[in-house]
């Protein structure tokens, strides 16, 4: 019994070990499995990435506070971008606040790009041929403000974090090429050196001004003396005539 079981059992064993033969249906078969087994594998490479990402933005993300600081504009803005990404937002730099001393920038505020609205003047044209494009301002209120405390640290004083939206997947918000983007100082230093020259420029051509009344002056001035020398010699000759004549008119009777 023990035999006729072993055997059976030897039997049954080489038939689910049996080769495959080769046809065409089987190959077939086997073609479609390793197509789906191979979008499989690239789904899960396409998840872990994912989820690399997601935590390379996890453990570079703070959550922006009042009090916050920074070591230069460009730093808080960064952050908040980071932040974005994170979060699922874009963002879009606003208005800024000058010193009515020196006209540096010493306030900054960071908007989600969908802040505000857009006008209407380019929403109802009367000459637009494209279609209208899809809204992108929804007069979001999301934001972060930063000032310039002591001309040496950038400190949060404003954060607005709920938005009137909805946010888009982390790996789904667009890149930007910031690396190759002008910095805000870079920006204000040009700005500086552009007022300064026109500054020069204008001082220049006062000056040059000044120089050309001066000499148009002087010129008007030679011309009234040289008119006023024509006319009292015009007078004097005027006089002489009229003298010739009384002295005809004598010697005549």
Request: aromatic share 8%; glycine share 4%.
């Amino acid at each position: 019994m023990e035999s006729a079981s072993s055997q059976a059992f030897d039997l049954d064993e080489r038939k689910i070990f049996l080769p495959i033969e080769s046809n065409n249906d089987n190959g077939f078969l086997d073609d479609e499995l390793i197509c789906s087994m191979n979008l499989c594998m690239e789904e899960d490479d396409k998840c872990a990435g994912e989820t690399n990402v997601d935590l390379s933005l996890t453990e570079k993300t703070i959550e922006p506070y009042i009090g916050m600081d920074f070591n230069s504009r460009d730093e808080a803005r960064e952050s908040y971008i980071t932040y974005g990404r994170y979060t699922g937002f874009t963002v879009r730099i606003h208005h800024n606040r000058r010193s009515r001393i020196n006209n540096m920038v010493i306030g900054q505020d960071f908007v989600c790009s969908r802040e505000g609205y857009r006008e209407k003047k380019y929403v109802h044209r009367k000459d637009r041929v494209l279609p209208i494009p899809p809204t992108t301002r929804e007069g979001c209120p999301a934001m972060l403000r930063v000032a310039l405390r002591d001309g040496v640290k950038w400190v949060v004083t404003k954060f607005v974090k709920d938005h009137n939206h909805t946010l888009m997947s982390p790996n789904k918000v667009p890149l930007r090429g910031g690396k190759n983007l002008i910095s805000q100082d870079d920006k204000d230093q040009k700005i500086r050196e552009l007022t300064l020259e026109l500054y020069n420029e204008r001082q220049r051509c006062k000056r040059r001004c000044t120089a050309y009344q001066e000499q148009i002056q002087t010129l008007l001035k030679h011309i009234e003396e040289h008119t006023d020398h024509l006319s009292r010699s015009v007078q004097d000759i005027v006089q002489r005539v009229k003298e010739l004549e009384n002295e005809e008119l004598e010697n005549w009777y």
